[in-house]
């Protein structure tokens, strides 16, 4: 293996939900030269990422990443490039194409120039036979074409690990709620448009029923259990490596509604359920992330209610 062309990291899919709240811890940790960010569109007005180095990056050019990774000493790529389940669903071929694809680019790409590679997975891995409380082991059978480019990505990542020794790993990321970017097309985006329809418009149409109830996380906690497992020691770390279930939330769209409208006042809520609704009934309510907290030691700190208090204090500007 050679040397990685330096100790510097590049993000793909940076100016999505996650990216751009990922890129501002990585440039808070490593500084903002250090920290590339790459999307295959422009940057414009995205302040955590226009903050430091910006490049445009289609992830399936494999000779383009190893370009940039060769020229610019980068060692580590966040993997982020992906299209969600909503839209994902709608457009099967071209999903798989980008998220199988773009991680075989990258996986490419990292074989060749020694690279560590972190590659999210999803809680959409489950399908309708797994229990309501997934287990790290419980069957990986998803409904879903998203679901099926996730458990590809597990096993590409387990691939390139076992047989090229390219240190990957990965999260079954729940649905993440955040303030800073849009979420990026997925089922779980209710859990972040509702608060900014709450403040806004005082009232929201939610595409979900309310007893639909789904393992959830602040964003806080989720790039702090990225950094977490991407600071591990290799020696700590077993076969779940490339697909954690990590201990989160678990709550229902009636209860976000009810934490929310104890905070702002006069809000209200219908539910008018869409095809959406398929995708979150396929998924489990909450997992299991026992093995996270034993392999390398992680656990989340915001509750529903710190998360909702968050949320509303995030978007406010207060
Ligand atoms: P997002 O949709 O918000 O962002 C994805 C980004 O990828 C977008 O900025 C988009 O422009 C970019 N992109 C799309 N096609 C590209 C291409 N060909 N080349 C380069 N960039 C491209 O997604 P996210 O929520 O930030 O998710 C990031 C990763 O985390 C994905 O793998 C997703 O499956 C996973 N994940 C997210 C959640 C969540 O709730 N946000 C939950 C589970 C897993
Ligand atoms: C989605 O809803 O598609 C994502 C996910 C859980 O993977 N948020």
Not at 25 to 34: F, I, N, P, T, V
Request: proline content about 6%.
């Amino acid at each position: 293996m050679p040397d990685p062309p330096g100790d510097k990291v590049l993000v793909t899919g940076a100016l999505g939900q996650i990216g751009t709240d990922l890129v501002q811890a990585l440039r808070e940790r490593h500084g903002s030269d250090a920290v590339i960010a790459s999307d295959i569109r422009e940057s414009a007005g995205n302040s955590s990422v226009e903050g430091g180095p910006f490049v445009i990056l289609d992830v399936l050019d494999t000779d383009g990443i190893s370009s940039i990774c060769q020229s610019e000493g980068v060692g580590t790529i966040y993997h982020l490039a992906a299209l969600l389940s909503a839209v994902g669903e709608r457009d099967p071929d071209l999903c798989r194409r980008i998220n199988v694809g773009g991680t075989i680019s990258v996986l490419e790409a990292a074989k060749e120039c020694n690279l560590r590679v972190y590659s999210p997975s999803s809680i959409a891995v489950f399908g309708p036979d797994s229990p309501k409380h997934a287990t790290q082991d419980s069957p990986l059978n998803p409904t879903t074409v998203y679901g099926e480019t996730k458990v590809t990505g597990e096993a590409l990542a387990r691939e390139y690990l076992e047989r090229f020794n390219v240190d990957t790993r990965g999260i079954r990321y729940p649905g993440l709620i955040s303030y800073k970017a849009p979420a990026g097309g997925g089922t779980t985006d209710y859990a972040v448009e509702i608060f900014h329809a709450a403040l806004n418009e005082g009232h929201y149409q939610c595409f979900v029923r309310p007893d639909t109830r789904l393992p959830m996380l602040y964003i806080d906690d989720a790039i702090n259990a990225t950094l977490s497992l991407m600071d591990s020691s290799e020696d700590d770390l077993g076969e779940s490596r490339v697909g954690y279930n990590i201990p989160c939330l678990s709550f229902s769209a009636g209860e976000l509604v009810d934490a929310i409208s104890d905070r702002v006042q006069g809000f209200t809520c219908d539910f008018v359920p869409d095809v959406r609704q398929e995708y979150a009934d396929s998924w489990p309510d909450s997992i299991d992330g026992s093995l996270a907290e034993e392999e390398w030691d992680w656990t989340p700190k915001y509750d529903l209610a710190s998360l909702v208090d968050e949320m509303l204090r995030g978007i406010s500007g207060r």
